[in-house]
Every structure is written in structure tokens, then in C-alpha cells.
């Protein structure tokens, strides 16, 4: 979802009733707007100062240095397009807790050309601006790192699908404790593998919120 489109809901989505036009998108976005959901339920976590987060799609970093400010733990940023892994670097340079990975995390070690588009960078798009990206098995870094992850954020424009079938294959996903999820709906077949992989998480996770193709959230049972 682009800025402008956010900005533009969080003023006009009160008027939701005197606007019969609304597209689809649109019409998915309101809800999310009426709770507030970017500033509550994105960040209401039980996170401690030992907690593992992994923020999946780091872009300018907004959300990972929100929960450190407010949790003080740790976490590791993935954000394969070059210049935005640049300004991370740069700017979490000084937080020892904020570990930037100039890579995305996938089912398999590839490389891969992502269309440039700001916020909306994918892989799925096309455009005139490309880049290649480097993607790393989500199993190999995760044997090198510490589990559980208490919480993961996945907003990768796309990439999530392959993600999460890797996760869950593999075991790993009984490994993450939060699973904060942005499905994008410009995948083909992008309903029916959303409810798929929604079948497969139930086995191990619960939802806590759904806002279809906006956000939604999984907790692992028995947490």
C-alpha cells in the first residue's frame, strides 16, 4: 500500500458512508483506519528486552526503531534493495540491538531482479527501474542465529507466500512465537494461497487480528 493511500485514509476513512465509490482496496483499508491499527495493534506485543524480533522488509525502518524504542530488544532488519539497506545501516549504526541485513529471507539462496517502486518494491511488478536482489534460505541464517523469534514481521510485497511455505515445511514456524503478516493481493492466485497458508498456520498458530490483505496477526498456541 503506498503512503499517499495511507495518508489519505487516515483523514478521509470517517466519510466512509458519504463515499459509495470506494475500489476494493479501499474498502479492505478502511477498517484498519477505523482501530487505529498502525499505531495499537502493530505494536502491542508482550516483547521483553531479551526478546529476538525479525522485521522482514525494513524499508526506511520506522517499525523496528518504534520497538526498540518501546521494548528495547532485539532485532534483525532485512532489506534487500540497496539504497534503503544503505540508510539503515547509517541509521541504526549507533543501536547495538538493531542488526541490518542487506538481504531478504526466502525458501531457497537466489537472486532475483525487484522492480523499484519506494514502499512497493517487488519482485511481482513491473516497471522501469530494476535492481537484483540477493535472497537467503530462511533454515540456513536461522541455524546461525537464536531461537525462538518471539516476533517476525513480514511485509516483502509478495515474497511472503514462498516465505511461509519454506517456514512452515521446514519446522521453523513453530520457532516464532508472533507472526505480524501483510498477504499481497497482486500474486497470482493471491486469495486461494492466502486461505492455503492460513489452513497450514492454524495447525500451529492462532490468529489475533484480520484485516484481509492490510494486516494480520498469528500467535503460536499455547503461548
Not at 549504526?93 to 537472486?111: D, E, Q
Request: charged fraction near 30%.
Amino acid at each position: 500500500m503506498s503512503a499517499d493511500l495511507s495518508r489519505y485514509f487516515s483523514y478521509y476513512s470517517t466519510l466512509a458512508e458519504t463515499l459509495p465509490t470506494f475500489s476494493p482496496e479501499e474498502c479492505r483499508v478502511i477498517p484498519w483506519f477505523r482501530v487505529d491499527g498502525d499505531k495499537t495493534l502493530r505494536y502491542t506485543y508482550p516483547l521483553k528486552k531479551d526478546s529476538i524480533v525479525y522485521d522482514m522488509g525494513g524499508y526506511e525502518g520506522e517499525w523496528a526503531a518504534k520497538i526498540h524504542k518501546l521494548y528495547g530488544c532485539t532485532i534483525e532488519v532485512f532489506e534487500p534493495v540497496e539504497k534503503f539497506a544503505s540508510i539503515l545501516e547509517k541509521d541504526f549504526r549507533l543501536i547495538k540491538k538493531i542488526h541490518v541485513h542487506s538481504f531478504g529471507l526466502a525458501g531457497s539462496n537466489r537472486t532475483e531482479k525487484i522492480n523499484l517502486d519506494l514502499a512497493s518494491s517487488s519482485t511481482f511488478k513491473k516497471g522501469s527501474k530494476y535492481e537484483t536482489i540477493r535472497l537467503i534460505k530462511a533454515k540456513e541464517f536461522m541455524a546461525n542465529n537464536k531461537l525462538p523469534i518471539d516476533l517476525i514481521k513480514i511485509n516483502i510485497e509478495g515474497g511472503e507466500y514462498d516465505l511461509l511455505d519454506h517456514l512452515i515445511k521446514s519446522g521453523l514456524i513453530k520457532n516464532i512465537k508472533e507472526i505480524q503478516l501483510q498477504f499481497h493481493v497482486f500474486v497470482p492466485n493471491a486469495r486461494k494461497e492466502r486461505l492455503r497458508i492460513q489452513r497450514l498456520l492454524s495447525k500451529t498458530h492462532k490468529m489475533t487480528f484480520n484485516y484481509p490483505f492490510i494486516w494480520e496477526n498469528w500467535r503460536l498456541k499455547n503461548e
